[in-house]
């Protein structure tokens, strides 16, 4: 395979994009599966701190969604995306002066979003992850035919953007 990878930043405002482009250059088909880490310490984190989009059960949740030390979720983004492109965001930060970093990602491609916690001993991180498949297995992915074959020649694009606001 081969990755053509574009970032661009507008200083000005600060919103960072990313596209990616992923091409198959072997010999044969194969499934292409995308998932993005996004991962955040939590020391960063208070009471007051969010997750918020329109994927989400009622919009938001805390940060410290379910029970237990390490949780993990995936939910359908697609269906809520606006022009292609659904949206979560992680805040209010006290460290970045009580802003939020939104996380927006085209839905054609990723349409599930991942999110999960570990705050076992020696860990504390939240990953928020926009990923192209469910929470479900590649290889019963692969057997229920839910991963189409990607012939070579084949390209799929993924895009992200970044902001703190």
Known sequence: ADLARR???DRSTGHITLDDRVT????TSWPPFGMYHINFGTG???AETRLTGAMLPGGSLPWRFGEGEREIFCVPAAETATHGWAEIAIGPIAALG???VHIRFRTDTLPHLQVWRNLSLGSAVLGIEPVSHPLVPRA???ASGKAAN???GESVGYGLA???R
């Open 24 to 27: 198959n250059t072997g010999g």
């Open 98 to 100: 009580g802003r939020s």
């Open 7 to 9: 970032w661009r930043a």
């Open 150 to 152: 990607f012939a070579p």
């Open 140 to 142: 019963e992915l692969i």
């Open 44 to 46: 960063l984190f208070d």
């Open 162 to 164: 970044f902001e703190v």
